[in-house]
């Protein structure tokens, strides 16, 4: 199978924000759809080894960060590519947080809005958050940035190598995992942070 087939369904890219207790932390995900109105219902993915998905289960809230075609690769890297378990993602970062003291994006954002979890599903490598939106907020007028044009134009693109170099691992750029062999599954999941081949990066002898 080709997973980057997957990348012509249409998604946004967001920055999930929560709080339990006294510790807040925040992650990127790619999936959100609206599923319900009047009350207006939202439906969110989150890995489940993200220590963020493990806050929303504690505490049943979230902001949702819907980051726009301005935003850089460091930022979703600061958010997306390490664990909230190991470092203070917002220790430097004045983010501006909702009613519930839940940080969302104060920069490179159009929008925000507030969740209250209703029910969770789990997927296996992800847990499906159903939530009713209790706040909502208009942030800039830049377009809302899609997976797409971050696989596109956001994402560093590889960088080219002596051919003649032999693997002898691949490296998950998510959280370091490094899988060692030659060749790595099409339908390899990283068995630290579950994600897929393509955030996988060779390492050379």
Known sequence: MDNKALYSLSYGVFMVGTRSKDVKNGCITNTCMQVANN???????????????????????????????????????????????????????????????????????????SGKVLDSIDLGSHTMFIAEVTDAKVLSSNPPLTYADYQNHVKPKPQKVDEQKKIKGWKCKICGFIYEGEQLPADYLCPICGHGPEDFEPVYE
């Open 39 to 113: 009350p207006t219902r939202v439906a969110i993915s989150v890995i489940n080894t993200n220590y963020t998905c493990y806050l929303i289960k504690e505490s049943g809230m979230f902001t949702l960060s819907m980051l726009d075609n301005t935003v850089s690769f460091e930022t979703i890297r600061h958010f997306g590519f390490q664990s909230g378990r190991d470092v203070n993602k917002l220790e430097s970062l004045p983010l501006p947080e909702d009613d519930n003291g839940i940080p969302y994006m104060g920069w490179s954002a159009c929008a925000m809005l």
